[in-house]
């Protein structure tokens, strides 16, 4: 009787603690909201978004607090690092790691300074006398300088592609003010006879869509704005509004910084100094600066940076790590006007076929296809992979498969006319494929900023679109 009795009380134990539909639901929900996706312009058109507004922040309470930030976008300097590795050569020379990093006073706005403005400050100070110097760390990344790269990040909807949910769009600081200076002018119209109309572009009922063209001209895409006002008014609807309230809140998406970019950071500006023969990292503002932040990292930072031994996070998603990666560097040699026949392009060219080895991709790599050509495939072979293991968990293991073949190592391969890949200064002769129309007009002059691409996602995202 006392056993059964026990028997019982444990069944009602677990019963109690069984996981309801909305368990699940809540669960599934929570989890796909930990990362947006980013918005990038895979291919020459107009593209239809919707911009959101920034959601207010709710207490534990569950009380909606004052926006800090009102509108629809949020800042963001970040910089690639360039960390060689001396130990693992290519081809003669040390490899590459490429490391992203966020300034760190947008994670910590306690910390008097971001180490990276520190370490230029403490240089251009210290080496007062040598203006070389100074120049080239106020450079960009890819000159071997440490000149922050301004965007501008923003929640989105992509309209001809609902489905894929809010996404991310960053904007080159410059394409922001575009925009910016279009919202104002139309607002300023709307708002005449003392009127007073919402953000025409984010309000929640009387935005308009925006139109972003990407045209691509010698081998440079430039980007053009224009906000719709011939389609009706978006009103964002209860689900999406929940959505918003949901997800993280955009500073949580894009300003990350851990041990590991601490780390990181330390190692590329230990490289400089040995590079220029210099000795500003042992001064007492640089380490002061190191120990403040390490002192603001959470206790359950437990990430680390080492040279050859991989990405941030790369157990959790490594094919989708190394991809973003990828974009990221593409994304910054073309706002850097380099394009896949210099020595960084090559760099990279070498790299994506790395990757393609590495993963077994059935990508074909020719000389007539770009970079980005490239990275498209790869994104196309990495969805349709993706789409497979989903469709084979949902069915019933019958048999084992087959072990797959290995490809060999790929190659640039030569067309039949033996073409140079990305002539600069001659017309193509192939006539290219037919894009599948966008649904909305092109109308507006370009405004010739170089790449102004949305970086890679974050998380597997669906099929890149034609």
């Known amino acids: 009787m006392e056993q059964e009795k026990k028997a019982r009380t444990l069944h009602d134990v677990f019963a109690a603690s069984q996981e309801t539909f909305d368990d699940a639901k809540k669960k599934s929900a929570e989890e796909s909201s930990k990362r947006a996706s980013f918005f990038r312009f895979a291919k020459d058109g107009t593209y239809a978004i919707r911009i959101l507004p920034l959601a207010p922040v709710q207490d534990q309470d569950g009380n909606f607090l004052p926006l800090e930030r009102k509108g629809y976008e949020y800042p963001l300097r970040s910089l690639m690092l ?56 106020r450079e960009g990344s890819f000159s071997g300088g440490l000149k922050w790269d301004s965007r501008r990040c923003m929640y989105i909807i992509d309209l001809d592609n609902p489905g894929d949910g809010v996404q991310i769009l960053q904007l080159s600081y410059s394409q922001y003010k575009d925009l910016e200076e279009r919202k104002l002018n139309l607002w300023g119209k709307l708002n005449k006879n003392g009127k007073m109309v919402p953000c025409p572009i984010s309000s929640i009922d009387s935005a308009y869509p925006v139109e972003i063209t990407r045209k691509t001209e010698n081998n440079k895409p430039a980007y053009s704005f224009n906000i719709d006002t011939v389609s009706d008014k978006d009103v964002l609807d209860e689900a999406i509004l929940q959505q918003l309230i949901d997800m993280p809140r955009l500073p949580e998406q894009i300003y990350r910084y851990t041990r590991y970019h601490l780390e990181a950071t330390v190692a590329y500006l230990s490289q400089l100094d040995e590079k220029f023969d210099i000795d500003v990292m042992s001064e007492d503002k640089v380490q002061n600066c190191i120990d403040q932040i390490k002192t603001l990292l959470p206790a359950d930072d437990q990430s680390h940076f080492t040279l050859g031994e991989g990405k941030e996070d790369e157990s959790d998603s490594d094919s989708a790590n190394d991809i973003d990666s990828l974009w990221a560097r593409y994304d910054a040699l073309c706002n850097d006007d380099l394009d896949d026949q210099t020595a960084e392009g090559q760099e990279l060219r070498t790299d994506i076929m790395a990757y393609i080895e590495a993963h077994n991709l059935d990508v074909k790599v020719t000389r007539k296809k770009s970079n980005e050509d490239i990275l498209n495939e790869i994104e196309d072979e990495l969805a349709t992979a993706a789409n497979n293991r989903g469709n084979e968990e949902e069915e019933e293991e019958e048999k084992p498969d087959p072990a797959p073949k290995r490809r060999q190592t790929p190659v640039e391969e030569e067309e039949d006319d033996a073409e140079p890949a990305q002539p600069a200064d001659e017309e193509e002769d192939d006539t290219p494929e037919p894009e599948r129309p966008r649904s909305r007009r092109e109308r507006n002059d370009d405004t010739n900023e170089p790449a102004a691409r949305a970086s890679r996602r974050g998380s597997r995202p669906p099929r890149r679109r034609d």
Not at 82 to 106: F, H, M, R, W
Not at 112 to 133: G, W
């Open 82 to 137: 360039k960390i060689e590795n001396d130990k693992k050569l290519v081809k003669g020379k040390p490899s590459i790691t490429y490391v992203t990093v966020c300034n760190a006073k947008y994670a910590f706005k306690e910390i008097n300074a971001d180490l990276i403005d520190t370490y230029v400050s403490v240089a251009c100070e210290k080496y007062a006398d040598d203006d070389k110097l100074c120049k080239k760390l």
